[in-house]
């Protein structure tokens, strides 16, 4: 069965970093793309990183809002994706959720697989 557990969420000052890690099943990781979602109450989700899975790849894409700020990256042995957050604002959207998708997009309807989700605080 397919699975994505997201953790790392929590409360930080504005400013501050915190890093998610999303453990995905390892048939998933192997054929996948995984992404970075972020959602605020009664907004759309939207796309924050990708990164390819393959051995011989590492593409990422971001999206502008957090470039500069985030890094995505994996590590295929623990069939791990993870975001690094820097600087932090209070109006960024609170919950971020790991997807997979069979491609490489930022088209959230193109991601099969979502975790539950994390939550993510910035205090002002």
């Known amino acids: 069965q397919v699975q994505l557990v997201e953790s790392g969420g929590g409360l930080v000052q504005a400013g501050g970093s915190l890093r998610l890690s999303c453990a995905a099943s390892?048939?998933?990781?192997?054929?996948?793309?995984m992404g970075w979602f972020r959602q605020a109450p009664g907004k759309e989700r939207e796309f924050v990183a990708a990164i390819n899975t393959s051995w011989n790849g590492g593409i990422t894409y971001y999206a502008d809002s957090v470039k500069g700020r985030f890094t995505i990256s994996r590590d295929n042995v623990k069939n791990t994706v993870y975001l690094q957050m820097n600087s932090l604002k209070p109006e960024e959207p609170d919950v971020y959720y790991c997807a997979a998708a069979p491609k490489v997009t930022v088209q959230r309807p193109e991601y099969n697989y979502w975790g539950q989700g994390t939550q993510v605080t910035v205090s002002s």
């Open positions: 390892g048939r998933i990781f192997s054929y996948h793309y």
